[in-house]
């Protein structure tokens, strides 16, 4: 498999200069177009990595994979009184939907959504932001991961538009904190800084049933990581996510600092990060990595037998 | 297996009396709401059945599977020049995204979308309502398969909305042929009566690989089943596919007719069928029966091991 | 004041060469952008004209003016069961709104208030289309007045936007009899030839508290006629009601093949008219002259004292 | 004219009971529903009235027109760059049109447009809420009006509606000042106390071809006064701007409230005030009065002679 993915590494390469590095804070702009890097985590533990795969980016709305499965492992299905699990059909950032539907987000993966899950771990936790970085580092078993404090305080700066999510939502009495607080709780999960390595390690648990890897723990129950799973499948992608199932056909989320976490589920899980993006806001080479991957694997959850089962107990 | 069906048809049959039978044609709407049946199809050809699993229904928008699976093989990718492949996040017969988005539809599950796949049909067949007859017969194994001529009247009696999104996309250029010929034959395909047995013998191709059991040869590529199915699971089930993706996790096509044809890839197709549907529009015992059949199989397949996945070394 | 006309003329002339002749039918892309022409009709008879005044044009949508004359001489406030009577605040032949508030229009203004209205006729008169011609023949004295059968045509060959607007409207049971028939009306209206001249003096009712100039009687009450003027205030000009309120300060309707009436209650009626539109399907000449018009009379009806109020001691 | 007055309050009386008290923030919902008061300033300074008329209540939204009147006078037509001046066709308080348009709200009497305007005082002024309470002051000769404070901290506590707009719009670069600022001095505004005596006193420049009754100065141009009256007519009402210009004819403005201001141009202002609204957010009594003064004054602006205009080519 090491040889796949540095193959993966030289064909995803090609790609670059293509896409747009996202500008919407100062921080992220600065970012350089032309890194590429790919980390591989199988469910045994081996690690693959290629290119700057251990270089840390802003993980930015990958820490909604986090954050959702926090609040799941917290609150269970109450938290869908509150969020929807369905595909939203909008931009990200989109306020039409969420007024049309009284403050309650389409899904957890979009802003809005995130959001009120961040409501509920300020609910929960006297330290939200440190609770979040405490558990990227146990996940991840690297202990230098930090929130970037830079990125922090440009997402404040130009929080504007986040806000008016937020107010819009507890405007219809679906925020129960101080927007100031939750919005500091969410800006802190997107500004962690990880890398490639650090978040198929720390993700793997999706793909191995809820068991963590670096912990060597249960860290969610199986057919909650398969749920999540599935909201991957029809909302992780941004409003691309039809594209990306046929184009790809795995579970995945996706960042706009560049980053995509896939899930090949039962066996492995893998981060590609690439900064420039397309016009959906997925990054160009890391989505052309993905496909590269389950081009190689010859796997697809939509076409493949689910192991164990072929002949099975009937 | 023969014994978990009957065990799926008596406790599916417990939800009976819950949801309305649909009512947006009269001919719908005379449907008996105490149905249930239930046919499986494993890729070996072995069928279990229960209940009405023989009775023929009228398929409504289980024909959008069929439809697509045609102007693909036909035309293949070039079909997304014309409609999408993302979820649309609105119910399926909204005109508000079809305008702003100038005419294209966002899937081809959605009713504007497959009234632009009928559009392909009629452009490239003289006689299209007996050519999807013809095919229904063929992949089904059964020559006695009808277009129903009284709900195809009042389908077209009723075709207001249906009319009104045709003639939106036509404004749009996006309609090559006279509205009422492509209303005919999307309406016929709509009108189509077939039983559980028939619809899983008959879309038993997207659990196989493409390779059609009842004619013993290949009707469309692995790599076009697999895509299918990855819009069946971001798109399948109206603006509720997000949910069943959580309850149930396969990918799936439902109708307002009451039947939900689900897909195992690499093992079996089901169809479940009861009239009576809830408020995205999907068939309140046939989602259940479905979702008790994963529960008994133990696969969904954002959870499960592809087979034979080299180095699957769990 | 024949002086004051032939000023502006040559000023409003200056503004040929801004703006683009309507395209939506190909018939209405045939027009000279050269043309300019107005009229004015007094109470007491006197006309004015200056210009193309006596060159028949597409009169479009100012049959809406006389469309929903008619139908609140037949129906009365009963008509507002069916069609609203605020501004929309979209463009003039959307269909978001029209699905959101199923099927009723805002105001009989926009393109499917009008159809709505041109319903009632199909309803009431064996033969509508000839009703509206002789109507416009009878209101403006002029018996050579005809519906343009190249433009009917075109306006039937390009159906489809509205085609989709009337079914939309069936499908919420807003629309009595067959789409095609209304629509024949409708376009039948839409396609009627008039001058400015003839225009001017047929619509001079409104002016004059529901008195006909032409045949020396009433025709409407004087309520109907203010009140008819007040929704031209507030939805005469597509969206940009606001915009001319502002700028012109009169009640008036616009149509895209460039002509513009507008009334000073209790004095005179005025159409202008030149092809070239503005972004929002306004004659840029047509407004133009009649912001000449108010300026040079020295009034506009939000800011003059109404005449003989007594008590008005100022 | 005394005598009018009195008959119309036993008259708006009776529809007493209709209605509902708004109760978006707590303090406004503890107003009784039973008040009703009526006040005419003629442009001589007559002044008559009738019930509640000198009762002190909450301008609300009334405060708009003199934030708009301060920002015309200030910044002349470069407000339009930052605001519409067209109907909106959506609630007062909706985000869904102001996303599509790129922050920009359509007219200075929704509250986004209103929040736009309150930022340019902000910009202006040290003190902006004092500076609107000494404006109030002044132009009513009442030195005794002041911004209710038990009102402002509930607008404060319950602003997450307006807060969203508000931030929406400094997303899009609309808002120049920090928005707790500018929304201090927008709810400061909508906190006057003022009786309907005040309000009619007060807005009689608008009546007055902009001259202040209370200065005896001229406070805006004629052109100007001109010019708001347009935009009352068109937008002042909420979504109902449409159906009041059909029932009663006049430039107004509403507050939730329940005052409406309006405008006879050339001869008075006139001030209604009762707490219960209609749907659209208007007191149904303070309609109801001024449907029945319109009547009896025998006065529209859509269909009366300009003064002076009679017979004439002046």
Redesign the interface.
Known sequence: ?QSWVEEIDRRARETLGQGRVADYIPALAEQDANRFGIAIC???GARYTAGDAQEPFSIQSLSKVFLLTLALRAHGDALWQRV???????PFN????L??ERGKP??PFINAGAIVVADHLVSAFATPSKHIQDIARTLSGNASILIDRHVLASEWQH???N??????M??FGNIDNE?DAVLDAYFSCCSLRMSCLDLAVAMNYLAA?GHALATGKSFIT??L???I???M???GMY?????F??RV?L?AKSGVGGGIVAI????LSVCAWSPALDAAGNSVAAQHALELLTDK??????????????G?S?
């Open positions: 498999m199988t469910n045994d929807g699990l369905n595909p939203s059909g909008m989109s306020l039409t939907q007024e049309a389409r899904n929080r504007s538009r806000a008016a999510m937020a107010y819009l507890k405007a927007v049933d199986p057919d990581a398969r749920r799973n599935s909201i499948f029809t909302c409003d691309a996510a039809g594209d199932a046929y056909g579970p090949v589920p039962g066996r694997l010859g796997v697809r959850i939509a076409n493949t037998a689910p192991a164990g089962v072929e099975g009937r």
